[in-house]
């Protein structure tokens, strides 16, 4: 046989060999997109009519009445996990998508105070006079908005690893860049996938940070909450370019007056230690959490990160009876 028939016969391997790769992968990424919005519909995540507009939200568990404000890349389903984690036993928590996140749609005039105020409207239809607050990441603003603005339907305030005022690492890419990606979800797969060690700093798991197999699984959990991540776009754009920066904007945080913790890593390389250490400075009577390492998500610290918090928001009914006996109309 000729060395060109021979050449030709090695291409046409080559080219058959990578059609069926991009078939198979192509085929592996419908069945997970498939799974994954599956998994979003089985949850049972009603979505309310409220004075702001439609809330999608989710509960879990029975008890004091905890609100969980997601970060960048969430939803509900982010919310629980973030929940399940780190906010003790004995509470009922309430997951709303935030603005643009999956069928909680953003409004026209969306901002953080807005965000504020649907957190009140969602309480409303649930027949909630007062609940904590759980912020963390970009899910912090509109908590700390919330704490300023309804003092008295805020119970507690809790900030995890919390977009905070302050200097910021992280270097945004270009909007439009932004635009294009966080509409592709076979994009956002194939990182989920094939490049997981790319995700890890977007996860805030800091460089040269040990990632045993439990913390693998602890990433993995919430890397799981990113599909499908068209219906989170618009939330992820309007938090990376509107809602995070607004916390620079001159937050009064001196005049926050319900019962305030801060719990940052100190190798969080999303949300700066030092930004966490001035926050509680100025947030009259705040407790901060040191937590010593494990980055953004403070992988290693679960236990310690659940009785701080369960302990705190316990030591806050105990001064408010009334609220252990809330409950909620489904």
């Known amino acids: 046989m000729g060395k060109f028939k021979i050449g030709r016969l090695l291409t046409g391997a080559l080219v058959l060999g990578g059609s069926a790769l991009l078939v198979r992968v192509y085929n592996r990424f419908g069945q997970d997109l498939q799974a994954a919005e599956e ?14 507009g439609p809330i999608e939200y989710a509960t879990a568990g029975q008890g004091v009445p905890v609100l969980v404000a997601h970060g960048i890349f969430g939803g509900f389903d982010q919310g629980l996990v973030i929940a399940r984690g780190n906010i ?27 965000q ?10 649930l027949g909630i006079e007062r609940a904590a607050v759980v912020g963390t990441s970009a899910g912090g603003t509109s908590a700390i908005q919330f704490a300023l603005r309804y003092p008295d339907r805020c119970a507690a305030l809790v900030l995890f690893a919390s977009n905070l005022p302050g200097e910021v690492e992280a270097v945004l890419p270009p909007e439009a860049a932004a635009r294009t990606l966080f509409r592709s979800d076979f994009i956002f797969w194939l990182l989920t996938t094939y490049f997981r060690s790319n995700m890890k700093s977007i996860m805030g798991v800091p460089k040269g940070f040990e990632l045993t197999a439990e913390f693998e699984a602890e990433v993995a959990d919430v890397m799981e909450t990113i599909l499908p991540v068209n219906p989170r776009a618009d939330g992820a754009l309007f938090d990376m370019f509107v809602s995070n920066p607004e916390i620079n904007s001159g937050y009064p945080l001196e005049k926050i007056s319900v019962p305030t913790m801060i719990i940052n890593a100190v190798d969080d390389p999303l949300a700066l230690y030092e930004n966490a250490q001035a926050a509680a400075a100025r947030i009259p009577e705040a407790r901060l959490v040191t937590i010593a390492d494990g980055g953004h998500m403070m992988l290693g610290h679960e236990k310690r990160i659940r009785t701080e918090v369960a302990s705190f928001l316990h030591d806050q009914v105990a001064a408010r009876p009334q609220l252990a006996t809330i409950e909620i109309r489904e």
């Open 88 to 114: 003790g036993e004995d509470f009922r928590i309430i997951a709303p998508s935030r603005f643009g996140y999956l069928n909680s749609p953003l409004p026209a005039d969306a901002s953080p105070a807005g």
């Open 39 to 52: 998994r979003l519909q089985s949850a049972g995540s009603p979505v309310l009519d409220t004075a702001c």
């Open 116 to 125: 504020a105020a649907a957190y009140a409207s969602l309480l409303d239809e």
